[in-house]
């Protein structure tokens, strides 16, 4: 309760050794960098110091010393899923945020994802379960996972509802009375037969999937058991240039990255 206090305090809201901060320039560059007593922060702009921004609180303005003004603020799970480093194709916010929604994450949810991934969705999973609920992510390569977990760590330091289970969620899978199934796995018809058993009764089952034709296999396989409102849905993300005089779609969208198909378990259809 004391830790949970302190957390969600807005006096406590300065920043640490081990804190990441996002230095914002006025064309809306972003950099973002983990504090260390001693460190200095370099880039074409000059260079500011660590200790200049240690102590101080998160939306004030530090200068380089090229004279240069930077905001400075703590990085969104958003800003920081878009920055971190990846070997796999990451889930871009837009779609975390809507798989988060249509599977109806909350807190307290025993989920289950399948694969780990760099860890942005698990992110996401972590933070909308909360303490009181439980994600287990399978991983089929150890080094991954621990990649992925690398990335997790300076955004989310504490994980204790997360666990790392190494196989193939193909196979048999010994959970039972899972709210969520949430997957990021090529062939996630496969995983359909376990899902029945894992569920509890109105459970959701959630699949990402880049193409039609795996959607449209995918969706064959649930339509031959008693899942329901079986669904899919793509999002595309448009932002637009606002200023005085003008107000137009930005040059570049983040159109097409995936397909994402729920289904909610229930008991057979009546003859």
């Known amino acids: 309760m004391l830790k949970q206090s302190l957390e969600n305090n807005p006096m406590d809201d300065t920043f640490k050794e081990g804190d990441l ?7 809306g560059r972003r950099y973002m960098i983990t504090l260390t007593v001693g ?3 370099h880039s074409h702009l000059g260079y500011i110091e660590h200790n200049d921004i240690l102590g101080r609180e998160q939306g004030e303005w530090c200068k380089t010393t090229k004279g240069h003004i ?4 703590k990085p969104t799970l958003s800003d920081y899923v878009l920055n971190m480093k990846r070997e796999t194709q990451v889930i871009y916010p837009k779609d975390i945020g809507l798989i988060i929604m249509l599977a109806d994450i909350f807190p307290g949810a025993k989920v289950v994802e399948a694969g ?7 992110l996401g999973l972590l933070r909308s379960t909360g303490n009181s609920g439980s994600v287990t992510s399978y991983e089929l390569r ?4 621990t990649k992925a977990l690398n990335n997790i760590s300076p955004f989310m330091k504490d994980m204790n509802n997360l666990t790392i289970k190494y196989g193939d969620i193909y196979g048999e899978l010994d959970e039972t009375n899972v709210d969520r199934l949430v997957l990021d796995v090529p062939e996630p ?4 037969p376990h899902a029945t058993r894992m569920l509890l009764p109105g459970g959701i089952f959630l699949s990402f999937l880049p193409t039609v034709l795996q959607v449209h296999k995918l969706v064959n396989e649930l339509t031959q058991t008693s899942f329901q409102l079986i669904e899919t849905v793509e999002t595309l993300l448009r932002p637009w240039h606002v200023t005085q005089k003008s107000m137009r779609p930005t040059h570049r969208m983040v159109a097409h990255t995936g397909f994402i198909t729920t289904a909610r378990l229930c008991s057979p259809r009546p003859r």
């Open 142 to 145: 150890k080094n991954q996972a």
């Open 39 to 41: 460190s200095e922060f």
């Open 189 to 192: 018809w496969n995983v359909v």
């Open 70 to 73: 930077l905001l400075m603020l």
């Open 116 to 122: 780990f991934g760099s860890g942005a969705l698990t």
């Open 21 to 27: 901060v996002m230095l914002i320039d006025r064309k």
